[in-house]
């Protein structure tokens, strides 16, 4: 059996508690945890601090944060990446008919989970996306031009799609029209992704 590390499992009880009441406060957290109440309002604001909990304005007690839901549909698109992934960026790739590149954050790097092709060297510009770099990012090689756009989710992007073209095609189109192409593959997938469309 795992031994418990109570910090964490208070913090866990606290979340938890918010979800099934609908709110918690330090009283709450005093009462149903046995802890000071420093303690407890140490402990939900921490929590605030990271946005797991949010405290509405003059109030006492605090709701789940927008931490929780990003939690939660980060958790969902990479089951299903984990899953779907390569099937999608085969489908991604043949609508463009260049190779294509699925990552998603991990941590401080970027996790290629998923391409059409070999695998992606390039996740510079696949690491700005998902750091929250707003539009198409790019980088001009000599043999190709790698693009990518962040894949939307409610709270930022959840993951990042990367197209690779060879620098003699994309001259042949106006670099609007690249970007314009991108950001809507990243549309559909994460239309695809969050469950609003069955197929890119």
Request: charged share 20%; with cysteine.
């Amino acid at each position: 059996m795992v031994r418990e590390i109570p910090a964490v499992a208070r913090a866990l009880d606290v979340l938890e508690y918010a979800l099934a009441e609908g709110r918690v406060s330090a009283g709450e957290v005093t009462a149903r945890l046995g802890v000071p109440r420093t303690t407890a309002h140490e402990l939900l604001a921490t929590l605030a601090e990271r946005g797991y909990l949010a405290r509405p304005a003059k109030r006492a007690a605090y709701t789940l944060g927008p931490g929780v839901g990003k939690l939660g549909e980060s958790w969902a698109v990479r089951r299903r990446l984990e899953s779907e992934g390569e099937p999608l960026a085969k489908a991604l790739a043949a609508w463009y008919g260049h190779e294509v590149a699925i990552a998603v954050p991990a941590g401080e790097r970027v996790r290629v989970v998923a391409c059409s092709g070999p695998p992606a060297t390039e996740v510079g510009v696949l690491g700005r996306v998902l750091a929250g770099s707003a539009g198409v990012e790019r980088e001009i090689a000599e043999e190709a031009v790698h693009l990518a756009a962040g894949v939307p989710g409610a709270w930022g992007p959840v993951a990042a799609l990367g197209l690779r073209v060879p620098r003699d095609c994309w001259l042949r189109v106006p670099a609007p029209q690249w970007d314009a192409r991108v950001a809507a593959g990243a549309r559909r997938l994460g239309r695809v992704l969050t469950g609003a469309t069955t197929a890119v």
